[in-house]
Nanobody, 124 residues
């Protein structure tokens, strides 16, 4: 299984970025996908989750209304559209996969598959 995250970069506060995560080696349409992030000196935290058919979206309160998770099962890719970025959004962003399941799954330990991370830096 390989998850390849991309799309990070340096932006100014208020700007937007779209992250992508391309998956291979798994039946993508059978998996729940999520984004987590880890800021310097902090623990990894949940950002957003999407079920296998694109429903049951969950977001961390800190990104609700600004970030949107989506997926394209034909392309085996999950996206994270990030708008109105803030300096506190600066982190390495990771995509993760687990078998599809009901409810919120916000613990990183629940996800067996991880991408390598992409760095997002938001300057003030």
């Amino acid at each position: 299984v390989q998850l390849q995250a991309s799309g990070g970069g340096l932006v100014q506060a208020g700007e937007s970025l779209r992250l992508s995560c391309a998956a291979s080696g798994l039946a993508f349409s059978s998996y729940m996908m999520a984004w987590f992030r880890q800021a310097p000196g902090k623990e990894r935290e949940f950002v957003a989750q999407i079920r296998r058919r694109g429903g049951n979206l969950y977001y961390a309160d800190s990104v609700k209304g600004r970030f949107t998770i989506s997926r394209d099962n034909a392309k085996n890719t999950v996206y994270l559209q990030m708008n109105s970025l803030k300096p506190e959004d600066t982190a390495v962003y990771y995509c993760a996969a687990m078998h599809d399941a009901w409810g919120l799954h916000a613990q990183s330990s629940e996800y067996p598959y991880w991408g390598q991370g992409t760095l997002v830096t938001v300057s003030s």
